[in-house]
T-cell receptor, first 110, second 116 residues
Framework: DAKTTQPNSMESNEEEPVHLPCNHS???????IHWYRQLPSQGPEYVIH???SNVNNRMASLAIAEDRKSSTLILHRATLRDAAVYYC???????????FGTGTRLQVFP | GAGVSQSPRYKVAKRGQDVALRCDPI?????LFWYQQALGQGPEFLTY??????LDKSGLPSDRFFAERPEGSVSTLKIQRTQQEDSAVYLC???WGSGGATYEQYFGPGTRLTVT
């Protein structure tokens, strides 16, 4: 399975934008890029996913590099509730399971 | 609507005891997954069901771990003769589809198992 590399931790102030990077240099053509986050003492929750084009939803935006070797999850205005571990996951079209790494722990300060 | 529920939320077992962890997926969801999360780590895949069929159990760490989903809805993860290294949070997730990389998984709150 293709691997992802994320920074261990990042910090942000409330109401500022946050850009969470993910490197996936060995991505294959059939890998989708998924992001999940895990709030303290909760199970992970889906954030967003994409294949080649940038994606937007109510939670976040996903910017995918043209060569697909990296992507960035964008939280447009961080809130205290966004403090969580964010996981970038590659998921092959034929794979149902999720393979998590260690993710990026995002701290948000008031 | 109701999300994925798991019970018990916390379980303390003495080493050597058997435990059973229950997962109630979202109604109508075809796929069900079990993950194990050690402290400070990301979740690790254990096993996967499509309806009642267990299609992938490659992540089960030993033959002490057994999962079932007999009627294609509720699932039980059983751990026999628990050991201290089994201490972890056990997460259940479900999704409405299968066989595609776009279906999102909905996770339950997890069961925290502590083996003493």
């Amino acid at each position: 399975d293709a691997k992802t590399t994320q920074p261990n931790s990042m910090e942000s102030n409330e109401e500022e934008p946050v850009h969470l990077p993910c490197n996936h240099s060995t991505i294959s053509g059939t890998d989708y890029i998924h992001w999940y986050r895990q709030l303290p003492s909760q199970g992970p929750e889906y954030v967003i996913h994409g294949l080649t084009s940038n994606v937007n939803n109510r939670m976040a935006s996903l910017a995918i590099a043209e060569d697909r070797k990296s992507s960035t999850l964008i939280l447009h205005r961080a809130t205290l509730r966004d403090a969580a571990v964010y996981y970038c996951i590659l998921r092959d079209v034929g794979t149902d399971k999720l393979i998590f790494g260690t993710g990026t722990r995002l701290q948000v300060f008031p | 609507g109701a999300g994925v529920s798991q019970s018990p939320r916390y379980k303390v077992a003495k080493r050597g005891q058997d435990v059973a962890l229950r997962c109630d997926p979202i109604s109508g969801h075809v796929s069900l997954f079990w993950y194990q999360q050690a402290l400070g780590q990301g979740p690790e895949f254990l096993t996967y069901f499509q309806n009642e069929a267990q299609l992938d159990k490659s992540g089960l760490p030993s033959d002490r771990f057994f999962a079932e989903r007999p009627e294609g809805s509720v699932s039980t993860l059983k751990i026999q003769r628990t050991q201290q290294e089994d201490s972890a949070v056990y997460l259940c997730a479900s999704s409405w589809g299968s066989g595609g990389a776009t279906y999102e998984q909905y996770f339950g709150p997890g069961t925290r198992l502590t083996v003493t």
